[in-house]
């Protein structure tokens, strides 16, 4: 089990840039999958984009093309870089591990 911690959130203008970073306490070279989940007031907990340690990555559709993650094991830290954000990719983003842990996560908010 290990404690991840979020940074890099803010308020952006839309169409501008963010990335998240998500440092855990200890190795995460031995967990295969980590992700980014978000919330949103009025909406359902969403995923948002995961990786494995083979590199693999899934998108929300709503995310494809605009969000890349990506990981270095060594730096036991997982990214979310954010491009061309919206109005709609507000909400409070959290990183999550396959094994079920879970940051306090962050908050990002777009304005229009």
């Known amino acids: 089990q290990v404690i991840l911690v979020e940074s890099g959130g803010g308020l952006v203008q839309a169409g501008g840039s963010l990335r998240l970073s998500c440092t855990a306490s200890?190795?995460?070279?031995?967990?295969?999958?980590m992700g980014w989940y978000r919330e949103a007031p009025g909406k359902q907990r969403e995923m948002v984009a995961a990786?494995?340690?083979?590199?693999?990555?899934n998108y929300a559709d709503s995310v494809k093309g605009r969000f890349t993650i990506s990981r270095d094991n060594a730096k036991s830290t997982v990214y979310l870089q954010m491009n061309g954000l919206k109005s709609e990719d507000t909400g409070r983003y959290y990183c999550?591990?396959?094994?079920?842990?879970w940051g306090q996560g962050i908050q990002v908010t777009v304005s229009s």
């Open positions: 999550i591990s396959e094994d079920g842990d």
């Open positions: 200890g190795s995460i070279s031995t967990i295969n999958a």
């Open positions: 990786i494995t340690n083979g590199g693999t990555t």
